[in-house]
């Protein structure tokens, strides 16, 4: 199985701030058809998970372009142009090919 | 408006068989490349896919449950049942079911509000 790993696990940001989780699988997610199967989903306090960017870096329908996602084979990265108060919750990757999520990440707000 | 939503017992006793529906709207279970997923989520524990259904009764399960876990649909009346026997307080969690999609591979693109079920005598 895939493993996912997720860095770091807590992250304390001041709003107006940039913030930056990374996401590192054991393997590459690069399938032969060229896409690569990663996606990053957001939890906030109370709720669902909520789908924020698919395939690396295509943001979901209604997502902020304060949020991108990069990386390539085994390495990738959720990046907050400028955190607000409402992108406080619990950021997961999850890889696409075995439905494994990483450990999650959680974003507080300072 | 895509819509799922959980249904079944907050509580269950050890070893008992625990069954979850998923009532879905704005899809229908016959649409190719769509199907849906059960995820559970232990108290302030990560995210872990459980199995999933496509259109076509594919089934796809976690290696770790698979010998207790059964999905089924019902396309007629939009759902999704799962069951999974022999519970034990370890599998106190929250239950979500997720729309899957096929696109090569497979991600969850809506989420249902949840279940939580206790597992406790």
């Known amino acids: 199985d895939i493993v996912m790993t997720q860095t770091p696990l807590s992250l304390s940001v001041t709003p107006g701030q940039p913030a930056s989780i990374s996401c590192k699988s054991s393997?590459?997610?690069?399938?032969?058809?060229?896409?690569?199967?990663l996606y990053w989903y957001l939890q906030k306090p109370g709720q669902s998970p909520q789908l924020l960017i698919y395939?690396?870096?295509s943001r979901f329908s209604g997502v902020p372009d304060r949020f991108s996602g990069s990386g390539s084979g085994t390495d990738f990265t959720l990046k907050i142009s400028r955190v607000e108060a409402e992108d406080v919750g619990v950021y997961y990757c999850?890889?696409?090919?075995?439905?494994?999520f990483g450990q999650g990440t959680k974003v507080e707000i300072k | 408006q895509v819509t799922l939503k959980e249904s079944g017992p907050v509580l269950v006793k050890p070893t008992e068989t625990l069954t979850l529906t998923c009532t879905v709207s704005?899809?229908?279970?016959?649409?190719?490349?769509?199907?849906v997923s059960w995820i559970r989520q232990p108290p302030g524990k990560a995210l872990e896919w459980l199995a999933h259904?496509?259109?076509?009764?594919?089934?796809s399960y976690s290696t770790s449950l698979k010998s207790r876990l059964t999905i089924s649909k019902d396309t007629s009346k939009s759902q999704v049942v799962l069951t999974m026997t022999n519970m034990d307080p370890v599998d106190t969690a929250t239950y979500y079911c997720?729309?899957?999609?096929?696109?090569?591979?497979?991600?969850?693109?809506?989420w249902g509000q949840g279940t939580l079920v206790t597992v406790s005598s």
């Open positions: 997720a729309r899957i999609l096929a696109v090569g591979y497979y991600y969850f693109d809506y």
């Open positions: 704005g899809f229908s279970l016959s649409n190719a490349r769509m199907g």
């Open positions: 259904i496509f259109s076509n009764d594919e089934k």
């Open positions: 393997q590459s997610l690069l399938h032969s058809d060229g896409k690569t199967y």
């Open positions: 395939e690396v870096s």
């Open positions: 999850m890889q696409g090919i075995h439905l494994r």
